[in-house]
């Protein structure tokens, strides 16, 4: 069986991993589809983000599907040559956190592909895997494999709209229109936003939000006082995702939005620059958005029922043998959105 | 008659003001007693804060009591010889905020005591002031002059609360022990906080603090670990109430608290770095409290009934004419917390 | 000029009414199109609902939309021949409960059509109208009259899912298809709602039920257990909208939620019977919604925009002239859902 | 070893138990003091309330403290000689209300002294009782083992109170002065309401009220205008507490609250009427509160640090030998707020 292996900052290789044995709660899943996220091109190109640090090969991948090969002894709900979307996280179900329904802030998580613990938790993006039976979620025939493996992200997404309270009628600003920024765009959408305005640094990006439904694009490298002068016009916003963890989106969100307004900050960043000022004088709800928990399912259902259709977001499909170009295109925001590999194909 | 008139930084005089005349719907004030706050330490010291600059000469003070001496035609709910304390914020009534309620977001504010807008909107530290009959609120005998003083510190702690959400049974974290975080702590244990604990750098608030009822202080400077290592065996905090505008209080702040627990910015202190990835990871809540709306009213209600007792925090009182001297006790932390001045005596 | 009066009790004529002096901050609007509301159908059949009782002759009408034909001096915002949707609620502005931004609480409001004061305000059904030129808001050449006149009981449910929170992904079940109930559907699918289930004790409201958007509908009269069963098989709603006032419904409602859950009752019927006992054991909340306030400046925007489409609803159009059999056929829930007037075709 | 057993409306016993062996999870715990609860009532006076119906003999008692004399292999925090509250309470742990953190909804609850399953279990009224480990509470030396008994209600109106939100300067009506609406006053009165009302039929739970910190009272049956009178001249209340379960105290609750409001209902009476059209036009929120989860802890937390002080409400302590004696005196509220067993006196 073969992976795609993580050695060290740009050394990704196509590697032969062991096959594990089952236990009585596990599946085994074939993955046809996985897709590559902004953290496992952290993983790529610096080897990690913040703290944490690549410190053994991992095994990189979160998002991906696949079809159910083998079954442990005590699982029911799927059967062999079921196709699911397989959640990455698993949580203990035990911890102070989890006990309390807070799962995505577990303090004994298993998320897949993370070099968070260590050893690390084996990623996704290998012929087949072994997860719990909880983690692989049955999909209908009418979904894709390339849908079902963009549950995780929008999920993501799904999870941050709910830390921003209702958005029906609310106008929304989009900071950052990578995956995430362009499947927030989606949920916005579907949330009963009344506008959606979005914001990045270049133009592929900006036209893919267009075609996301975003009703408003401003370029803030090319034209940095569009955003205000559109703001001075039309008022400010109710409700900013943050998706890029730039500081100066950042402090984009903060000015263009009204007294009372909430910023939900998705995208990591480090330590910026705040202008806390301003957060104190307009009352401003700053509030963090990590994972998500039961929003996996949802998102699985929501692409079910045709009501969120994220095709238009996946620019590129490669074999998983060519990963590293995979990853090399997926790192280029100038015509990449998200790109994902083909496990079934050489 | 007499005022405290700032000119320029540590230029602070005794001045003679012109006796404007009184409109219908507007009372006349001889104000017995006014309480300096930072932000009139901040026109002492430097000319203003952040954009805030003087460009002109302002009288100070928007913390003071009185009696009622005029009475504009249309007055009715208080008389010649009432006792009020002094709402210095006057909304306009009108603007989109203000019809939503949000008046302490008014467009058109008239703040006293501010150099926010010019012509600046002259301050309560005179022998008698004009005032819109709605900022004179009726105090009982019970509450001395020097208590309906404080009434605008209390209510701005108030409002902080309001922002956390509900105390009771949470564990809250103030740091930062001047008189709007000893005010805190009055009101976090009037709100049912099971647990309060305080930081600061000096030994005075934190003697303060703890003669305000916090169950444990920290001296962040002489024991930089000491809260970490609290929060290591004790778990951390629900809520903080960040009182300082420091860079470093507001970074424990964040260290401090636990995922999905809520810090309220109070202090006021630019643009300072944040730890946003603990934002987002744990998935905080910073918000923003600014000011006060109806809790001005509820200050004065709290401390008529006994239940909130603010005296203990006023630790010196000047005669007006000495107001430099006390604008530099004030400063003193080291032995100040509250410093009023009396307008009464000379 | 001729409006449409309700005397008594299936007393309604066509009656010469007396065209009224403009004030300087008013407006007089050339009706176009009115639609009929179950309340105006309370006045036609009743003579009032509840307390409120008719105690001299009143047009009816609060759902309408026109032409402005003469402006009041100080008004701006609108012009000679400028298209309008009319917001028959005009709060005072003043009390205390405009003050906070509950306008829909105002204790001194005029609310076009309605009883509830004496003199009663006259309504909307007739061939011109003044009002305060506030109410008067501007369409888009893209919104017909007919849209236009929606805008008031789309406002009531905009309303509705405020008072319910977020419905993304929530599971959302409206008791009673009439006008409101329908209203509602479009407006749950639009907020994200990830399943809308309907109840109605007809077949005609049901199948528009389903023409509007609705998962899957219920006829509790033709089959009381088909939504227990469906309950037990697939579990409880998160989130009800009870739009018909029966107290069956209601019982449904409770019955039907999940624990933790929301009911947002919005029909009106006096005192029914309710299980409380399930309130408490469920830990369930029950809010109640009145009117509307800035959801009408949305519900028009949102029209305008395309998001949501109400014209599927309006089921009948007659000139005003027919009044009289316009009401009896609204009045017939087996074949109406909204009938409108036309105030340009006699 | 002796317990008390209810085999039937008004036949209860002093019955012999079995002393059952202990899992490796389990304590042992010497009953000291037992609490008689309303439910308790309930069971002696009908053999049980609403559908819940007693089938067999059962040991009632779901509010008492004890000493472990015997511990489980696996258990830890606590030892032989510990001193501790009892948590009636043992949710599953495993199904879907307990993995959302919404314990007090789990499906497979073991809730002591309740019929509401079938074999019922077993109530804490016997002088040993064998519990989960997690059902022991340590309390320090400084809580008597009266107050510990009191730990369960307590935390019944602390649960409440959450789900009221926020009470700082909330003017709070309580309506039922039992033992849960005495107690519910002292919570609001930590929590940081401003008033307190508090409505009965009878004087004495009145003048308790008034011990316990209400600031007004009113018997609703020798003045039934009272309530009406003064919400007129001093306006409606903001929250109200629902303590009775009598139909007249809910009509009372939601005739004094204020538009947009809270009523939390606590006390249980099955299917009142409700006036359904105030909650709808005042926008009110019914909001229901069941039993408790972390409240407990909390409990025990404040009264162990002097923060309430319940010790006023308890007007009885009898040996339970006396039960039947014990219960007619806790049935009669013109003598008895909560009356207690010993179980060291026989």
Redesign the interface.
């Known amino acids: 069986m073969q992976g795609v292996v993580i050695h060290a900052p740009e050394d990704l290789r196509i590697g032969t991993l062991a096959v594990p044995a089952l236990q009585r709660n596990q599946v085994r899943v074939e993955v046809k589809v996985g897709g590559i996220c902004g953290s496992d091109l952290h993983y790529f190109h610096n080897g990690g983000f913040?703290t944490v640090r690549l410190r053994e090969p991992m095994v990189l991948g979160h998002e991906f599907a696949g079809t159910i090969i083998e079954l442990g002894e005590d699982v029911r709900h799927v059967a062999v040559g079921s196709r699911v979307a397989v959640n990455p996280s698993l949580p203990c179900?035990e911890c102070h956190?989890?006990?309390?329904?807070?799962h995505?802030?577990c303090v004994d998580m298993r998320f897949m592909g993370s070099a968070m613990r260590f050893p690390h938790v084996q990623g996704g993006f290998s012929q087949s895997v072994v997860v719990d039976a909880s983690q692989a979620i049955l999909i209908p025939a009418s979904l894709t494999m390339a849908e079902a493996a963009m549950a995780e992200p929008l999920a993501v997404c799904?999870h941050a709209?709910?830390?921003a309270?209702?958005?029906?009628?609310r106008r929304v600003l989009i900071t950052g229109s990578g995956p995430i920024g362009a499947l927030s765009i989606l949920?916005a959408r579907?949330?009963?936003a009344?506008e959606i305005a979005v914001t990045d640094i270049q133009e592929f990006p900006l036209a893919m939000a267009v075609r996301a439904g975003a009703d408003r694009v401003f370029d803030t490298r090319s034209d940095p006082t569009g955003l205000p002068r559109y703001c001075e016009d039309n008022g400010p916003f109710d409700i900013v995702i943050e998706a890029s963890g730039a500081e100066a989106a950042?402090r984009n969100a903060i000015e263009a939005v009204r007294?009372?307004g909430t910023i939900v900050?998705?995208?990591?960043?480090?330590?910026?620059?705040?202008?806390?000022?301003?957060?104190?004088?307009?009352?401003?709800?700053?509030?963090?958005?990590?994972r998500f928990d039961r929003?996996f399912v949802?998102a699985v259902?929501?692409m079910s029922?045709g009501?969120i259709d994220v095709k238009p977001l996946i620019t590129s499909t490669l074999p998983f043998a060519k990963a590293f170009e995979a990853f090399e295109l997926a790192s280029d925001r100038s015509r990449s959105m998200k790109v994902q590999l083909d496990f079934q194909k050489r």
């Open positions: 913040g179900g956190f989890c006990r309390q329904g807070m995505n802030h799904l709209a709910h830390q309270g209702s958005m029906l009628g949920v579907y949330a009963g009344s950042l007294p009372g900050q998705l995208g990591l960043g480090g330590s910026p620059n705040v202008p806390v000022n301003l957060i104190v004088t307009r009352e401003l709800r700053l509030v963090g958005t990590f929003e949802l259902e929501l029922a009501r």
